[in-house]
């Protein structure tokens, strides 16, 4: 397992042992930053459904260090701007960790992480494209989820997945509404186009710790 960044796309890129150090965006040669990467967190039992790539994707979601983290202006500002957008009064972003979804940035909802049950994020990261659920109430893939179950009252979920520049799945961007709702086809190619903003600041945030780093080792300081 290698890690590697193109400096024109300015990405960070997970390599498999059979993959090209070429950038899946650009096609431009991969500088290889770690020939070897450490073992991911402990991935879900078997039972659970996973991705076929979970081990890689694991992976991926550790080496931008997002997980545990303060709050952020950036990402908070997504999700505000995404309740007003499409008028619901629950919007989030959250990364899918081995055993729990974590949250990165919440509004219309205090949470810092629930468990990794099926039906809503954990089931969207399977997928190539948003996950909506129009009425959790009656819907046979999420009426165990404890969201739809409990207080909150789920019923209404879209969920567009953070897709890295090489093809995992990190988590997703939410918009949540408690009453049964539709969404236009429209509205959906939006949230697509907020969740690869939301990538975007993943990635700038990815780079600018690694400059910070690189720095520091050449005992430099930065501004």
Known sequence: MKEAFCGICMRTVYLGPN???GCPVCSSPLVVTKSTVAPPAEVPAPSRLVPADEELRLAAVNRYEILDTPPDGAFDRITDLASKIFEVPIATITIVDADRI???????IEATEIGRDPGLCASAILEGSPWVVTDASVDPRTLDNPLVRGELGLRF???AQLTTG???????LNIIDT???EISDQNLEVLKQLSCVVVDELELRLAALRLFREAADKGVRLN
């Open 19 to 21: 993959d090209d150090e």
């Open 179 to 181: 009453h049964p709702r």
């Open 166 to 172: 090489d093809g995992f799945n990190l988590g997703t």
């Open 102 to 108: 974590w949250f990165k940035a919440t509004h219309g």
């Open 157 to 159: 979920y879209a969920g």
